[in-house]
């Protein structure tokens, strides 16, 4: 079946290192992507793994992959005000259609 | 470079009118295209995707529909809202979904009242 499941908020301090997590459930899923949603807006592609890397750094933004749990990790480093916003962890589905598939987004809110 | 226009941002409509929602993109050709919903306090959920005209592929069965009349037009529409239609929608457009994942538009709001 196809299901990205995030948990819904996460709270921490300007400064700090914020990990968000994902789950799926297609194991022939290819590709895994993070996107940010500010307020009001559309989503912006912030960073995506391919499913035979574990690890992908990008800046502050760290990729983890753990394929055999299906799990997904974003983490920011230095978490900043500016990050505040709706992180979603989307899967590619390729078949007769190739498709994204999002979780529900976990909010993070950046507190001094 | 390609960019991808989403009209209205922002739309309150009466139970039981009629909705046109329309997305198009520049600069590539033949794109996959897709609207996405997004309730409050919710995450997205797939509504139709396309990959060329006139092949919409429906996710969900719905009060809505979707067209695509021109290679770089998707139009989202409703014949009678309903109060629970009321979303933020989101259209992408995408070569082959891969590394470059989708490219969104900025969204339409729909308040259904």
């Known amino acids: 079946g196809e299901d990205v499941e995030q948990s819904l908020f996460l709270s921490v301090r300007e400064g700090d290192s914020s990990v968000i997590n994902c789950t799926y459930t297609?194991?022939?899923?290819?590709?895994l992507y993070w996107y940010k949603q500010e307020p009001g807006a559309g989503l912006q592609l912030l960073t995506y793994i391919f499913s035979n890397m574990d690890m992908k750094q990008d800046q502050r933004l760290t990729v983890l992959l753990n394929k055999k749990d299906k799990h997904l990790s974003l983490r920011i480093a230095d978490t900043q005000t500016g990050d505040s916003a709706i992180y979603f962890c989307?899967?590619?589905?390729?078949?007769?259609?190739?498709?994204?598939?999002f979780g529900a987004g976990t909010r993070l809110a950046v507190h001094p | 470079s390609q960019t991808i226009h989403q009209w209205p941002a922002t739309l309150v409509q009466p139970v039981g009118s009629p909705l046109s929602l329309e997305c198009t993109v520049e600069?590539?050709?033949?794109?996959?295209l897709y609207w996405y919903r997004q309730a409050a306090g919710r995450g997205l959920q797939l509504l139709f995707y396309?990959?060329?005209?006139?092949?919409i592929s429906s996710e969900v069965p719905q009060n809505l529909s979707a067209s695509r009349p021109q290679d770089r037009q998707f139009i989202l529409s409703s014949k009678k809202l309903l109060l629970s239609d009321s979303g933020f929608y989101l259209c992408a457009w995408s070569r082959d979904g891969r590394t470059a994942g989708y490219t969104f538009g900025s969204g339409t709001r729909l308040t259904v009242v």
């Open positions: 989307a899967e590619f589905i390729s078949g007769g259609y190739n498709k994204l598939i």
């Open positions: 297609d194991s022939s899923s290819t590709y």
């Open positions: 396309s990959i060329g005209i006139g092949q």
């Open positions: 600069g590539t050709s033949n794109p996959n």
